[in-house]
């Protein structure tokens, strides 16, 4: 059963959430509209997406970022929406080599940031050379399973696939603005190779 919607979430802490909307978001919404042409375009999946960012306020100790907050949250929210958070901590736990995580209608991903301040073409140029491709490895996950396919294709068949990415040298797929395919010199999205996958 599809859920409901993609959500993708952007997780700041409470005193950086302003700032980091400012800089980032023109990005992280643009990102959410390509993953919904590239759900469509490479997995036949057409649901609705939509983009928000998430201040977290400093709790107590079990009110603390961690994937377990992430999780409570995402049920919190509804289970039948797939919540994607892009969030400033790596996970405990993962058996994904992407610094990220991933179960029934979840996933997260360690969102990095320049070290130093960037000016916006040059922080944008490092989101999707850092971050893209590990959005599109954690969806690929989900998608490939609401597409019915079995363990062995939608987590074994992803990974080898990343590992021929990252260790092998396989390009992976750009993107312009406008979706459409580029050269590695200039794009605005990045994703794994997803033909490969379908």
């Given at each position: ?64 970022m961690s ?69 599109s490895h ?40 406008q979706f ?19």
């Open positions: 059963m599809l859920p409901d919607k993609l959500f993708f979430i952007y997780v700041a802490r409470n005193e950086e959430w302003q700032r980091l909307q400012a800089e980032d978001w023109e990005y992280v919404s643009a990102m959410a509209r390509f993953y919904h042409w590239w759900a469509k375009r490479f997995f036949g999946i057409d649901i609705p997406v939509e983009a928000d960012i998430l201040p977290i306020v400093p709790g107590k100790l079990f009110d603390r994937l377990a907050y992430l999780l409570r949250d995402h049920e919190d929210r509804g289970k039948y929406t797939y919540h994607f958070y892009l969030a400033y901590f790596k996970p405990f736990f993962t058996d994904c080599n992407t610094e990220g995580y991933t179960t029934e209608n979840f996933g997260m991903i360690f969102w990095r940031r320049p070290k130093e301040p960037e000016a916006e073409p040059k922080r944008f140029a490092y989101f999707a050379q850092e971050n893209c491709p590990k959005v954690v969806l690929a996950h989900e998608l490939l399973r609401l597409n019915g396919k079995k363990r062995d294709v939608y987590v074994t068949k992803v990974h080898k696939l990343w590992t021929q990415h990252v260790e092998k040298g396989r390009p992976f797929l750009h993107f312009d603005s459409k395919r580029t050269g590695s010199e200039s794009f605005k999205f990045a994703t794994l190779d997803a033909s490969e996958l379908v």
